[in-house]
Structures are given as C-alpha cells and as structure tokens.
C-alpha cells in the first residue's frame, strides 16, 4: 500500500523517528531476551532509524532489513551504508527467504499497513527457525477507533477493513 505525502513524512522525519523508536528497541530487546550473534530479519525497515538501533542493541552476526517503499529503502540504505546491515526491498506476504533461515524477525508497527496480515504472520512462520522469535510491536484497529485513532484516520491510509484486530492477531500469532 502506497504512502500519502504525510505519512512518507512521518517516516521521513529522523529525529521523530529516533524519538520515537529508541524506546520501543531497547524494551524488545530487553523483553526478548535474544543474544547477540544471531541472524536477524527485519520487516518493514521504513527510513532504517530503527534499523540502525536494532544492530546497535542486538548485535546480530546476519541482519536483513526489507522495506515496500523503494523510495525508503533508498534512504535506509544509504543510512546503513557504513553498516553490516543489507536493506533490500521486500514484501513480508512474499520474502525470498528459505524456511527457518532467521533467529529472529522483528516488525516495528508494520503488519496493519498489510491487507492480507494472515499471509504475513504465516510468511514469518516459515522462516523463522523452530524455537526462534517473532518481535512484533503494532497497532491494532481499535487504535483506530479511539478518538485520537478516528482523528488519525484523516492524515494516514491504512486497510481499515481488514486491518487486524487486537483478539483475532492474538489468537493467528498462537
């Protein structure tokens, strides 16, 4: 799903971004439990700020980052150009991966931008290594029916209609 003006801002904008992100990976991280040395994929990388935070507190020997928008992984790249990291383009209901490839996968609000959220929970399935993690951070529709949601609403394009709901996501990630 293409991005309006506004919300390619939002992704755009580092120190929001940074703000915003460092927070969410040092508590996954701490949360997870997940050692350093692993082979870590990231789904829906956006600018690659939190890219960056996610090799700087985990330490990964392997991490891919992959991105929708050709015009974010551009920038990821380039702000990952001094780094291990490889940000390649990539659609989390389709990744290139082989079954049980990765330790870890981590997504930092990226499963309701899908329409087909299923297919990209059982996408992760697959190539996540038997007893490996799912790091998920999301937003569910309900935050969308809050009144800062429905306000929300008017500035970013979501799939409302199929986005995941806070239960269903539960009971489809068990």
């Given at each position: 799903m293409q991005m309006n003006k506004?919300?390619?801002?939002?992704?755009?904008?580092?120190?929001?971004?940074?703000?915003?992100?460092?927070?969410i990976v040092k508590k996954i991280q701490v949360l997870s439990q997940l050692g350093s040395g692993k082979k870590i994929l990231e789904i829906g990388c956006g600018n690659g700020v939190g890219t960056l935070l996610i090799e700087e507190l985990f330490k990964p020997s392997e991490f891919i980052a992959t991105e929708y928008d050709p015009r974010l992984v551009e920038i990821a790249q380039?702000?990952?150009?001094n780094s291990k990291v490889r940000v390649e383009t990539?659609?989390?209901?389709?990744?290139?991966?082989t079954n049980n490839e990765f330790d870890a996968v981590i997504g930092l609000s990226v499963i309701?931008?899908?329409p087909n959220w299923r297919e990209c929970v059982a996408e992760l399935h697959r190539v996540i290594k038997p007893n490996g993690l799912l790091i998920i951070?999301?937003?569910?529709?309900?935050?969308?029916?809050?009144?800062?949601?429905?306000?929300?609403?008017?500035?970013?394009?979501?799939?409302?209609?199929?986005?995941?709901?806070?239960?269903e996501?539960?009971?489809?990630?068990?």
């Open positions: 506004f919300e390619y801002f939002l992704m755009t904008f580092d120190p929001g971004r940074h703000a915003y992100l460092k927070g380039m702000k990952n150009n990539g659609d989390a209901t389709r990744l290139r991966f309701h931008h899908i951070k999301e937003l569910s529709i309900e935050t969308f029916e809050s009144l800062f949601g429905k306000i929300a609403r008017r500035f970013v394009e979501h799939p409302y209609d199929s986005m995941l709901r806070k239960k996501f539960l009971k489809v990630l068990e």
